[in-house]
């Protein structure tokens, strides 16, 4: 059961234009982390936010944590075929245990 | 190896047999993690390891499931009787220390394990 809930499940676009994806949970977490994984490979980590409110960008990447630590977005500008792949949320417990969301499965295409 | 290591990469057996996953983490790593992942959905939390101890095995799904760590090092997942629904990828992932913040967690390219 994933108890934190994405969307959209899946997102395609075309190069150059701009997407955001969604990540909500009913449950306050201390942090929540974004990664992106790609076929055949382990998710890796993009970045952590810790404090409501936060906002942490990435090159193109921008990262929102809701101010009551429940909920998050990532939006990326001018999207690249390199951006294609399955984006998930995941919030940070006790020793770093991570629960994830289903994740959205982003297509860019040239 | 600079990265966490999952050997095998692809394991196909047959319902009933038993299986081992191996995860060698980064050197110095006192945490270690499981995960399975099954088509379509996001990891989900199998076992933590604190140095050679199972700190947390909630996730651990029914007693065919079992970790071990003898060394604080090197992992392996051992699944008795496998059955169809154990078909998944299955993930390790290693940070310095096992704390909650401050500290990134490294993911293996994962175990491919069908059950025939």
């Known amino acids: 059961t994933q108890l934190l809930e994405q969307s959209p499940q899946f997102l395609s676009i075309q190069e150059g234009e701009n997407l955001t994806v969604y990540c909500n949970s009913s449950s306050v977490f201390s942090s929540l982390q974004w990664y992106r994984q790609e076929p055949g490979e382990g998710p890796v980590l993009l970045v952590t936010?810790?404090?409501?409110?936060e906002v942490k960008k990435l090159k193109r990447l921008t990262f929102q944590f809701g101010d009551a630590r429940k909920d998050s977005s990532l939006h990326i500008t001018a999207a690249q075929p390199g951006d294609t792949g399955l984006y998930l949320c995941?919030?940070?417990?006790?020793?770093?245990?991570?629960?994830f969301g289903a994740g959205t499965q982003v297509v860019v295409t040239p | 190896g600079a990265g966490v290591s999952q050997t095998p990469s692809n394991k196909v057996t047959e319902k009933g047999k038993y299986v081992e996953l191996r995860c060698d983490p980064i050197s110095g790593h006192t945490a270690l993690y499981w995960y399975r992942q099954s088509l379509g959905q996001g990891p989900e939390f199998l076992i933590y390891?604190?140095?050679?101890?199972?700190?947390?095995d909630s996730g651990l799904p029914n007693d065919r499931f079992f970790a071990v760590r003898p060394e604080g090092s090197v992992s392996t997942l051992k699944i008795q009787r496998t059955e169809r629904g154990d078909s998944a990828v299955y993930l390790c992932a290693s940070s310095l220390t096992g704390t909650s913040s401050g500290n990134t967690i490294y993911f293996g390219e994962g175990s491919w394990l069908t059950v025939v």
């Open positions: 936010v810790v404090t409501g409110g």
């Open positions: 995941a919030g940070v417990g006790s020793w770093g245990k991570l629960q």
């Open positions: 390891f604190q140095g050679t101890g199972a700190a947390d």
